[in-house]
């Protein structure tokens, strides 16, 4: 016996294309309100005592409606296997629908209420700056850890090869005031406290190289390997400054060495173009791109900032000055 308080299931006329013949069935169309959703119940006019085909929910293909003040001129339903169900009673459709206890997703929403479509644009929009700005420094700082320092070393050793065979030059400094440079490069790191690690287990082997060309610069390589070009060492000569301004800039980038910014680099730009591609699928191949380029320029400034404290607080523990460096840095 059905329950007085449940009102009963409105019927409506439709066709069934069920794939065994080319001409439609007339059946009578209901809902029943389940658990996991309305099942969808045909009850064929041309056999007269025939048990109803009863469809459950997830073996039904429900369409959707795209437009709300426009809505299709008949609604067509997937039966999968069993062909398909043609209603022409669009709105009467819909209100068995809802009777039944179908709720429409958030894409249904979107399509057919433009607040909806705003809101979760909106939203979307906010997740994804949240994620480039926050989610993306932390992943790349976590992943970064489990990076082996081989890696590092067999980058850096293939990025200092191009750039000999392109802008770099053998270094023009006698070798006796490199190897001055060397010596006080090796007491900075000597002196270096580990509570200024950012990762207590990355001990990378650190070197000081030379080179001519670039002008007056220095950088840090992945694993360790720091170069400084004659440039530099020529400008803090002119100014009339002491070896501590080179060192300072050398403190400055072993910060570098021991933040890893560049391995860092690599893995947020990996982390949001993996964000990006499931976020936005198939579009975000030219997303990526660019989202990858402004990260490298907004996160090597905070790199720079950070490489800039590391110095700071090395020279202040060696009791070396600061502001020799900030002068040659000006």
């Known amino acids: 016996m059905s329950d007085p308080a449940t009102p009963p299931a409105r019927l409506l006329q439709g066709r069934w294309f069920d794939g065994l013949s080319s001409k ?24 007269p005592g ?11 293909g429900w369409p959707e409606a795209w437009n ?13 296997d ?11 459709w819909r209100a068995a629908l ?22 979760v644009t909106v939203a979307a929009a906010i997740g994804l700056t949240l994620f480039y700005r926050y989610g993306t420094p932390w992943a790349a ?32 400094l006698p070798r006796e005031r490199q190897d001055q440079l060397k010596a006080r490069f090796d007491a900075l790191v000597q002196q270096t406290p580990k509570t200024l690690h950012r990762y207590p287990d990355y001990r990378p082997p650190l070197s000081l190289e030379f080179r001519a060309g670039m002008g007056a610069n220095a950088f840090a390589l992945p694993g360790g390997k720091i170069v400084m070009t004659d440039g530099i060492v020529k400008a803090a000569a002119e100014k009339g400054l002491p070896d501590d301004a080179l060192v300072g800039v050398l403190a400055h980038e072993i910060g570098h060495v021991v933040h890893r910014h560049t391995t860092r680099m690599v893995v947020e730009q990996g982390v949001l173009n993996m964000g990006l591609g499931l976020a936005l699928g198939d579009v975000s191949g030219i997303v990526s791109t660019g989202a990858s380029v402004l990260t490298g320029l907004a996160y090597s400034r905070s790199h720079e900032r950070e490489a800039d404290c590391y110095a700071i607080a090395l020279m202040r523990h060696t009791a070396l000055p600061t502001a020799p460096m900030g002068k040659l840095l000006l």
């Open 24 to 47: 439609a069935r007339p059946v009578m169309v209901s809902l029943q309100p389940t658990p996991r959703g309305p099942s969808l119940v045909l009850h064929p006019l041309s056999e």
């Open 50 to 60: 025939a048990e109803p085909v009863v469809f459950a929910w997830k073996d039904v």
């Open 68 to 80: 709300e003040h426009k809505p299709q001129p008949r609604v067509v339903v997937d039966l999968r």
């Open 82 to 92: 069993q062909g398909s169900l043609e209603i022409d009673a669009v709105a009467d």
């Open 98 to 119: 809802a009777a039944a206890g179908e709720r429409p997703g958030i894409a249904q929403r979107m399509q057919t209420r433009w607040p909806v479509l705003l809101g």
């Open 141 to 172: 700082t976590q992943l970064t850890r489990f990076v082996p320092v081989g890696w590092e070393t067999s980058v850096a050793e293939n990025v200092l090869k191009q750039m000999d065979d392109g802008t770099l030059k053998p270094s023009k």
